[in-house]
């Protein structure tokens, strides 16, 4: 056994936890993907920076850092993930593609931003409606180069959260493996 680890009955809760937050409605919104232009000052007071109301307009539903917004596609339950050594297996849930994001930086149709990450958040009707125990879980996506006015497709992708992983080399210490 790598530690730290722990039983199935801590992850697989904390998964359908974000399923069943993501697929909840609150008032007409259900769960939504902001994109981000850059990681979070704070991870504990982040809604100001990635969160969103249930549009884009004129930037005044949206978080400092997001420049696209769109409510979540279906997502799958809790499924066995991968191993990362003998026995030591994961879990997961999938997300499916999220088509059709509209990209807003600033109105001119030509400005481009840099992609970085995508958070998870509530669905709220409107951005002042937020809070920041609203922010679910932030993920580093492959850097994206979009321009304002354009629109794009979030492909299928998965939260997986695996049991443990090796120690860092020269550290001694070992940490949960979270993609």
Do not use: C
């Amino acid at each position: 056994m790598i530690l730290p680890t722990a039983p199935a009955n801590f992850y697989v809760p904390s998964l359908s936890e974000i399923k069943d937050v993501m697929e909840a409605q609150n008032g007409g919104t259900y769960g939504q993907v902001s994109l981000i232009t850059a990681p979070p000052a704070d991870i504990e007071a982040a809604w100001s920076e990635v969160g969103s109301g249930n549009h884009m307009t004129e930037g005044n539903e949206v978080g400092t850092l997001v420049v696209g917004v769109a409510a979540i596609a279906s997502i799958s339950n809790v499924l066995a993930g991968p191993e990362e050594t003998p026995g030591e297996i994961g879990y997961k849930i999938q997300f499916d593609a999220v088509p059709e994001i509209h990209i807003k930086i600033d109105g001119t149709g030509t400005t481009t931003a840099v992609i970085i990450g995508a958070a998870l958040i509530v669905g709220r009707d409107t951005f002042e409606s937020g809070t920041n125990d609203d922010v679910r879980y932030i993920t580093k996506i492959q850097d994206l180069t979009v321009t304002d006015g354009g629109i794009i497709t979030l492909p299928n992708w998965e939260l997986i959260i695996n049991y443990a992983q090796e120690p860092i080399s020269g550290t001694g210490a070992a940490s949960v493996l979270i993609p």
